[in-house]
């Protein structure tokens, strides 16, 4: 048996880091660079910049937010459910 830890093997808690924020359209990253700043915010209750309340869609810069809100609702949903947010009516 082989007793050598691997990066599939090694048992560890959860990471303590904050996930990535990343836009659902073009994969860029959407987060600050100043965690403090972003610390702040939510503890203040500010909704964090770059994230779309009408589609729950991330995005990166106002290029993307136009094109987001362009968008069918059928597209947003297929958006969605590649980061499994969408909404699932029943």
Avoid: W
């Avoid at 659902?24 to 403090?36: A, C, N, Q, S, V």
């Avoid at 309340?53 to 069918?72: C, E, G, M, Q």
Wanted: proline letters at 7%; charged letters at 25%; hydrophobic letters at 35%.
């Amino acid at each position: 048996m082989d007793t050598r830890q691997h990066y599939v093997n090694i048992e560890s808690p959860p990471s303590m880091h904050p996930c990535k924020r990343i836009c659902d359209i073009t994969g860029y990253e959407t987060g600050f660079k100043d965690l403090d700043f972003f610390v702040t915010l939510v503890e203040l209750d500010f909704s964090v910049p770059h994230y779309d309340p009408k589609t729950n869609l991330r995005y990166a810069n106002t290029d993307v937010f136009k094109t987001i809100r362009s968008l069918p609702n059928d597209y947003v949903q297929r958006y969605l459910s590649l980061r499994n947010a969408a909404v699932v009516l029943k």
